[in-house]
C-alpha cells in the first residue's frame, strides 16, 4: 500500500494537533506526515495573559518544538515560501520543494509592529510592553508593578481580525485588579481604547463586560486606534475611526502601555492561488477544506473561516480536518461538522474567570452549564485557565486525543 503523503505547514497548536490526530484517527491507513516550521520553541500562547498578569511562569508557556513532534512524524525545519497547489507542492526558503498529496495550511498569524509608528522602536522600555510577544510578556508584569498612585496606564486593541480578542481587555482588568489590591485604583487613571464599536463581539458578553469595566472605573475610548507611540515622551497617538469624531487624533500620556499589535497572515500567503485578497486561506467554514483545492485544508489563526480565533477553536477544527482528510481518501463525502465554536477565558480579576464560548452567529454554548452561569465570573473557571486547560494543551489537544473533547465542550 502506497503511503498517503500529508504535508502540514506550520508546527503551532494547529499543526501539532492536527498530526497526531491523524496519527491516532486514521486506521488502516498508511500516513506519511511531514511538519513545516523554523521555529525551535512552542509557545503556548494563551497563557501569556497570565504571565503579563504575574501569575504565571513564562517557563511553563514553552517547550521545544523537536519535543513536541508526534513520533512518526518528520519535522523539516524550515519555512514554506510558495505554494503551487496546481502542482501540489510547497516550496521552502531554502528553494527545496515538497510534494504532497495532502496538504494542511496553519503557519498562524505574524505580528506586525510596522503598522503602528514607533512602536517596534518603543518596546520593552519606557513602560511599553504588550503580553502578544513572547519578547515582551514578561515586560508587562514588570512595568505593572511600576504602577503607583497618580500613574496613567492605556491598554489598546488592534483592529480585527486579531488572535484572542478577549486578550486586550483581560490584561486592562489585571492591572486595575491588581491597583485596586494595592489600594491605589481610584488614584489611577486606567483607560482602554478600541477601534471597534463594544467590548465583545457577542453581545451577550459584551453587556456583561461593561459592567466589569464600568466597576473599575476603567475610561472607556471606543473608536480609537492607535497609530503612533513616542516611548522616550511616554505619549501614545490614537485616530478616531468613526462616529462624529471621525478622523480626530487624540493623545494620551502613560506610564504604561499595553499595546496589542495588528496582525496578519505571513507574506507567503498575500497574493497566493489559495488565499483570498486578505491573505487568509479560504475554506469552508464547516468543513474545513479549500474551496477550490480539495485536498487542501486549513484551520487555526491563518483561515478564513469567522470564528474567534482562539486555540479553543482549533480543538473543535481539528476534527473535523483529520475527518475530512480520512474522506477524500476514502473517496467519501466530506462533513460539516465545525459549527464555528470559540472560547475565550476573559480574567476578570485575578481568582476570577469569565468563560465565554459560543459558536457561529453568537450562540452561547458553555461546556459545564450546570456548575456555571456564562456570564457570571467564577473561580472554577480560573482554575480552569490556570491548570485546566494548560493540562489539555499539552498532554490531550497536542498528542491528538481529540475524541477526550467531545465528553467537554459546549457543542
Ligand atoms: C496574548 C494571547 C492570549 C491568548 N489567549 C487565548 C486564550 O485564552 N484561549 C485560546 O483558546 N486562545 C488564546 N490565544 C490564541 C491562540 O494562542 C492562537 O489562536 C493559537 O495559538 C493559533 O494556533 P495556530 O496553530 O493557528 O498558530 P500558532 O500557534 O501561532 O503557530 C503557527 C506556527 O506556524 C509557524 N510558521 C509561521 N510561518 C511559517 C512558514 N512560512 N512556514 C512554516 N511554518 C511557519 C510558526 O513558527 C508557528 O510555529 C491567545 C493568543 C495570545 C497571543
Redesign the pocket.
Known amino acids: 500500500m502506497e503511503a498517503n503523503n500529508i504535508l502540514i ?7 501539532i494537533s492536527v498530526a497526531a490526530s491523524l496519527q491516532r484517527h486514521s486506521s488502516g491507513k498508511k500516513l506519511s506526515i511531514t511538519i ?4 525551535d520553541t ?2 503556548y ?2 497563557a ?2 497570565i504571565v503579563g498578569g504575574g501569575v504565571y511562569s513564562f517557563d511553563k508557556t514553552h517547550r521545544p ?1 523537536k519535543s513536541l513532534i508526534p513520533n512518526g512524524v518528520t519535522l523539516v525545519s ?4 510558495k505554494i503551487d497547489p496546481d502542482n501540489n507542492q510547497v516550496t521552502l526558503d531554502d528553494g527545496e520543494t515538497l510534494d504532497y498529496d495532502y496538504l494542511v495550511v ?4 505574524v505580528l506586525d509592529w510596522d503598522a503602528i509608528e514607533g512602536a517596534k522602536e518603543a518596546l520593552g522600555k519606557n513602560g511599553v510592553c504588550s ?2 510577544s513572547p519578547d515582551y ?1 514578561r515586560y508587562t508584569w514588570e512595568t505593572l508593578q511600576t504602577l503607583q498612585s497618580g500613574s496613567k496606564a492605556v491598554f489598546t486593541q488592534a483592529p480585527m481580525p486579531f ?2 480578542p ?2 486586550p481587555q483581560k490584561i486592562a482588568y489585571l492591572t486595575a485588579d491588581y491597583l485596586r489590591g494595592k489600594g491605589i485604583l481610584e488614584q489611577c487613571d486606567v483607560t482602554f481604547a478600541n477601534p471597534g464599536p463594544g467590548m465583545f463581539g457577542v453581545a451577550y458578553f459584551a453587556k456583561q463586560l461593561d459592567k466589569v469595566i464600568e466597576g473599575y472605573g476603567i475610561h472607556k475610548k471606543m473608536l480609537h486606534k492607535l497609530i503612533k507611540v513616542d516611548g522616550d515622551n511616554k505619549k501614545a497617538t490614537f485616530e478616531v475611526v468613526d462616529g462624529d469624531d471621525k478622523g480626530k487624533v487624540v493623545e494620551m500620556e502613560f506610564d504604561m502601555l499595553h499595546i496589542t499589535p495588528h496582525q496578519k497572515t ?1 507574506d ?1 500567503l498575500h497574493g497566493s492561488p489559495i488565499t483570498n485578497e486578505g491573505g487568509w486561506v479560504e475554506v469552508d467554514q464547516e468543513s474545513m477544506q479549500h474551496i477550490k483545492y480539495p485536498n487542501i485544508f486549513s ?4 483561515c478564513s473561516t469567522p470564528n474567534s ?6 480543538r473543535k477544527q481539528v476534527p473535523t480536518v483529520v475527518a475530512n482528510i480520512n474522506h477524500v481518501i476514502d473517496g467519501q463525502e466530506i462533513e460539516k461538522s465545525y459549527y464555528g465554536y470559540g ?3 476573559l480574567t476578570t480579576a485575578r481568582g476570577k474567570v469569565l468563560m465565554a464560548e459560543f459558536i457561529y452567529g453568537g450562540k452561547v454554548t458553555p461546556t459545564l452549564p450546570f456548575f456555571t452561569t456564562p456570564y457570571k465570573s467564577t473561580w472554577l473557571m480560573w482554575i480552569s ?1 490556570t491548570i485546566g ?1 494548560p493540562l489539555l494543551y499539552w498532554s490531550y489537544m497536542l498528542k491528538g486525543h481529540h475524541k477526550f473533547f467531545e465528553h467537554f465542550d459546549g457543542l
Open positions: 505547514i506550520g508546527g503551532g497548536a494547529a499543526g513545516v516550521d523554523p521555529a512552542h509557545y500562547q494563551p501569556f495573559t518544538m524550515k519555512a514554506a515560501t496553519c503557519p498562524g498569524l503580553n502578544y510578556v488572535k484572542c478577549g486578550a505571513p507567503f484551520l487555526g489563526d491563518a480565533k482562539t486555540a479553543a477553536a482549533i472560547s475565550c477565558p485557565k486547560l
